[in-house]
């Protein structure tokens, strides 16, 4: 069973149409993938999925759980999480507290408690630094875990966008474009941590990503949008021998 449904999702901007009819199963477990060209609707549909747009019309749910018209507070807190294709990181802050600030919806103590940070507050952060201290070690980002966000290379910000994500503990990862402006050291890296997020935390992930090579090698089943509408879907091989796939890229004589 899928446990993420998107039934005949449109999404539209005044007489503009992002998405058209979009339907999706995603199932537990797996690694799919969402292609396209530029301005295809993917950004779009992760949007939707997270809350941060409504779909015009269609219906999203997660684990039967109707997600249409959640906000982005409520789908975090169900399970999902999501990594930005343009940094949404705190530039001023070092990483250790850009993914601290992650856990604020954890931190369940009250204001009191905050103040003199004893008892259940300082018990609440201790778990919530060990989880985090955790999130570093699995993306390899010790070396930089003290250093302010802004000073740190593209591809050194790209793991931390993931990583703040990882920290909300979620069931299902959204991934928009993870790999833009990566060398080719940081996309093998980063190939690494998307296997090892899928088998080794047994996080769902959706990926939104350009380099069709990866996405051939790593995706269990792979969805491709053009205009806003779904024209092919299935594994790697029947998406690369999907024609109008093969029109959407490489145009048509």
């Given at each position: 069973?899928?446990?993420?449904k998107?039934?005949d999702?449109?999404?539209?901007?005044g007489?503009?149409?992002?998405l058209?009819?979009?339907?999706?199963?995603?199932?537990?477990?797996?690694?799919?993938?969402?292609i396209?060209?530029?301005?295809?609707?993917?950004?779009?549909?992760?949007?939707?999925?997270?809350?941060?747009?409504?779909p015009?019309?269609?219906?999203?749910?997660?684990?039967?759980?109707?997600?249409?018209k959640?906000?982005?507070?409520?789908?975090?807190k169900?399970?999902?999480a999501?990594?930005?294709?343009?940094?949404?990181?705190f530039?001023?802050?070092?990483?250790l507290?850009?993914?601290?600030?992650a856990?604020?919806?954890?931190?369940?103590?009250g204001l009191l408690?905050?103040l003199?940070?004893f008892?259940?507050a300082?018990?609440?952060?201790?778990?919530?630094?060990?989880?985090?201290?955790?999130?570093i070690?699995?993306?390899?980002l010790e070396?930089?875990?003290?250093?302010?966000?802004?000073?740190?290379?593209?591809?050194?910000?790209?793991s931390?966008e993931?990583?703040r994500?990882l920290?909300?503990?979620?069931?299902?990862?959204?991934?928009?474009?993870?790999?833009a402006?990566?060398?080719?050291e940081?996309?093998?890296?980063?190939?690494?941590?998307?296997?090892?997020?899928k088998?080794?935390?047994?996080?769902?992930?959706?990926?939104?990503?350009h380099?069709?090579g990866?996405?051939?090698?790593?995706?269990?089943?792979i969805?491709?949008?053009d205009?806003?509408e779904?024209i092919?879907?299935g594994?790697?091989?029947?998406?690369?021998?999907?024609?109008k796939v093969i029109e959407?890229?490489i145009?048509e004589?």
């Open positions: 069973m899928p446990n993420l998107v039934s999702v449109t999404l539209t901007f007489g503009l149409h992002a058209s009819g979009v339907n999706m199963d995603v199932k537990a477990g797996l690694i799919t993938s969402i396209g060209p530029n301005g295809a609707g993917k950004t779009s549909l992760l949007n939707c999925i997270s809350g941060f747009y409504h015009t019309s269609g219906e999203i749910h997660y684990n039967g759980q109707r997600l249409t959640s906000s982005p507070h409520q789908v975090s169900i399970g999902i999501r990594a930005f294709q343009n940094l949404e990181l530039r001023g802050l070092s990483v507290d850009n993914l601290m600030l856990r604020h919806q954890n931190l369940s103590y408690h905050a003199a940070f008892g259940k300082s018990r609440v952060e201790a778990e919530n630094r060990e989880h985090v201290e955790k999130i070690d699995f993306m390899e070396a930089y875990r003290k250093q302010t966000v802004g000073n740190l290379s593209y591809g050194v910000q790209k931390v993931v990583a994500a920290t909300l503990a979620p069931q299902m990862i959204l991934l928009d474009e993870p790999m402006g990566m060398n080719i940081e996309k093998e890296d980063m190939v690494r941590f998307i296997f090892d997020i088998n080794e935390w047994e996080i769902t992930v959706i990926l939104v990503e380099d069709l990866v996405v051939m090698d790593i995706s269990d089943q969805y491709v949008l205009f806003g779904v092919g879907s594994d790697a091989e029947q998406v690369a021998s999907n024609p959407a890229y145009g004589e």
